[in-house]
């Protein structure tokens, strides 16, 4: 099936540095999505991208969605400890079909 | 406003038992769909539907059924559990493409 490369696998940083994750497929798709997921909970959307080359914001949070329609990256800008959890990058096709990358794990020390 | 339920939360099976797991929405939402994951990789597709009484496969359906009788409930069916089929299975529901799907809190599921 088709995959998606989410990189980097974990992230240990210190409170107030900025966070660059990113995710890479082989296949297009018409849609990405960055979602975070805590312990013990489903997954939370973050943001959502519809359009190859768009830019959105979600307060400290920036993602793009990349001019070939196979990648994308999230930007957290000054972490804080509540950033800690799994950021998961998905790609939609043009059904309901979704993939998700395998997750990179964020950590915050104080 | 409950959003999306599963139950149950845990679950011990021995291998070739069946199961059922129950998901439940209170949005009204047309689509649900069905997940499973697994350490060290995303979540993958297992089934989903786009309606009442309609339902499709995702990425791996094999050893799994669904059923979508009524629009707020999508159940996910094991009919004869595996092994390898030990994961954390979610469930999610939307409006619609490309709405945001909201996820259920999980069931973790263990098959010995």
Same mark, same amino acid.
């Given at each position: ?10 992230? !240990? ?27 013990? &909970? ?9 359009? %190859? ?9 920036? %993602? ?8 994308? !990256? ?25 993939? !998700? ?7 915050? +020390?104080? | ?7 149950? +939360? ?19 939402? &047309? ?50 559990? %595996? ?30």
């Amino acid at each position: 099936g088709q995959q998606l490369n989410q990189s980097p696998q974990s992230m !240990f940083i210190q409170e107030g540095e900025d966070v660059s994750m990113n995710c890479t497929s082989s296949s297009i798709f018409n849609t990405w999505l960055w979602y975070k997921q805590e312990p013990g &909970e489903g997954p939370v959307l973050l943001i959502a991208l519809y359009k %190859a080359g768009e830019l959105t914001s979600n307060g400290r949070l920036t %993602a793009q969605f990349g001019i070939t329609r196979k990648d994308s !990256f999230l930007n957290i800008s000054a972490s804080i400890p509540s950033d800690v959890g799994i950021y998961f990058c998905a790609g939609r096709f043009n059904n309901n079909d979704m993939r !998700f990358g395998a997750g990179t794990r964020l950590t915050v +020390k104080p | 406003n409950a959003g999306v339920t599963q139950t149950p +939360k845990f679950r011990v099976l021995k291998t070739g038992q069946s199961m059922t797991l129950l998901c439940a929405q209170d949005m009204n939402h &047309e689509y649900m769909y069905w997940y499973r994951q697994d350490p060290g990789m995303g979540l993958r597709l297992i089934h989903y539907s786009v309606g009442e009484g309609t339902t499709a496969k995702g990425e791996v359906p094999d050893g799994y059924n669904v059923s979508r009788l009524k629009k707020q409930n999508f159940l996910l069916g094991l009919e004869s559990a %595996a092994p390898s089929q030990t994961s954390v299975y979610f469930c999610a529901s939307s409006s619609g493409t490309p709405n945001e799907q909201f996820f259920g809190p999980g069931t973790r599921l263990t098959v010995l």
